[in-house]
């Protein structure tokens, strides 16, 4: 069919059409005579883009769903929505302070506060894939609201974002992609922040949790230590991330400079560590295999 049948079928206009086709996200066959003709693919591909724009993505973000075949480039811009809507909904919160006499200069804080954070959590989105970035983003976006004033924070900002820009993005090879996507697609932010809520309780709480878990937790290890684990491919994503967490500075350089950076993460890194020593203690036998992954 011609654009004229296309523009009829997909619901768009032929101006919207043609804009499409000069940002390359369809390419239709071009006849002899000059003419476009578009395909029942060509279609498809024309309303997903009407739904894309809809619902406020850009070309360069339908752009980046259209190359990636995992679905992980949706979830990534879902959850760029929800921390947008968050970031709004604190921007309300701001200006109804300012209507009832806050600061400007308060507000001039707070602002550049939230716009510095967002920075890391961007990032953080970009370079970590599907799951595991939604859930660094999340993690980390509750310690990135504090002011950053004093210098050593400053310089520890400063570092956090250089440290972001310098490194590759982490890529799994096509099968573990493959096994990533499947394993993890039925994940929302919101068993995200149901995992974080348990792990605070765990960690505020260790004794509680041990004993209310020790079943799970000796069942956990015992497969954790087991060749049938070894052998699958949630493994080799495991070392894959403590490899890549080692050799490109998130153990050595995120991590210490967002402890610098936020009081509140310094808090809870160590309140983590206090947590696992107790879980050591109580199961002695496990030290060797975490100072093996460490």
């Given at each position: 069919?011609?654009?004229?049948?296309?523009?009829?079928?997909?619901?768009?206009?032929?101006?919207?059409?043609?804009?499409?086709?000069?940002?390359?996200?369809?390419?239709?066959?071009?006849?002899?005579?000059?003419?476009?003709?578009?395909?029942?693919?060509?279609?498809?591909?024309?309303?997903?883009?009407?739904?894309?724009?809809?619902?406020?993505?850009?070309?360069?973000?339908?752009?980046?769903?259209?190359?990636?075949?995992?679905g992980?480039?949706?979830?990534?811009?879902?959850?760029k929505?929800?921390?947008?809507?968050?970031?709004?909904?604190?921007?309300?919160?701001?200006l109804?302070?300012?209507?009832?006499?806050?600061?400007?200069?308060?507000?001039?804080?707070?602002?550049?506060?939230?716009?510095e954070?967002?920075?890391?959590?961007?990032?953080?989105?970009?370079?970590?894939?599907?799951?595991?970035?939604?859930?660094?983003?999340?993690?980390?976006a509750?310690?990135?609201?504090e002011?950053?004033?004093?210098?050593?924070?400053?310089?520890?900002?400063?570092?956090?974002?250089?440290?972001?820009?310098?490194?590759?993005?982490?890529e799994f090879?096509?099968?573990?992609?493959?096994?990533?996507?499947?394993?993890?697609?039925?994940?929302?932010?919101?068993?995200?922040?149901?995992?974080?809520?348990?792990?605070?309780?765990?960690?505020?709480?260790t004794?509680?949790?041990?004993?209310?878990?020790?079943?799970?937790?000796?069942?956990?290890?015992k497969?954790k230590?087991?060749?049938e684990?070894?052998?699958?491919?949630?493994?080799?994503?495991?070392?894959?991330?403590?490899?890549?967490?080692?050799?490109?500075?998130?153990?050595?350089?995120?991590?210490?400079?967002?402890?610098?950076?936020?009081?509140?993460?310094?808090?809870?890194?160590?309140?983590?560590?206090?947590?696992?020593?107790?879980?050591?203690?109580?199961?002695?036998?496990?030290?060797?295999?975490?100072?093996?992954?460490?």
């Amino acid at each position: 069919m011609l654009i004229k049948e296309a523009a009829k079928s997909s619901g768009l206009t032929k101006k919207a059409i043609e804009y499409y086709i000069e940002q390359e996200l369809i390419a239709p066959k071009i006849l002899c005579n000059g003419y476009r003709e578009f395909e029942d693919k060509d279609i498809e591909a024309l309303k997903k883009i009407s739904v894309y724009r809809r619902l406020g993505l850009s070309i360069e973000e339908i752009k980046e769903v259209q190359r990636d075949l995992s679905g992980s480039a949706l979830k990534k811009f879902t959850l760029k929505k929800e921390l947008k809507v968050q970031r709004e909904e604190l921007k309300r919160s701001m200006l109804e302070e300012l209507s009832r006499g806050k600061s400007y200069r308060e507000m001039e804080d707070r602002l550049r506060s939230l716009e510095e954070g967002n920075a890391v959590i961007d990032r953080l989105l970009d370079l970590f894939p599907g799951y595991y970035g939604h859930f660094l983003s999340l993690h980390f976006a509750r310690f990135l609201q504090e002011p950053i004033s004093t210098e050593e924070q400053k310089a520890a900002y400063k570092e956090i974002i250089e440290f972001l820009d310098g490194i590759p993005a982490l890529e799994f090879p096509p099968d573990l992609q493959e096994y990533f996507t499947e394993s993890t697609k039925d994940f929302t932010s919101e068993n995200i922040h149901d995992i974080m809520k348990e792990t605070k309780k765990s960690i505020e709480n260790t004794e509680d949790f041990l004993k209310e878990n020790k079943e799970i937790i000796e069942a956990y290890h015992k497969y954790k230590q087991s060749q049938e684990y070894k052998d699958s491919p949630a493994y080799k994503i495991e070392k894959l991330l403590k490899d890549f967490n080692s050799t490109n500075g998130y153990n050595d350089i995120f991590i210490p400079a967002m402890k610098r950076l936020s009081p509140a993460y310094n808090d809870y890194y160590r309140q983590l560590e206090i947590a696992n020593e107790k879980f050591l203690k109580s199961y002695p036998e496990l030290e060797k295999l975490y100072n093996e992954r460490d």
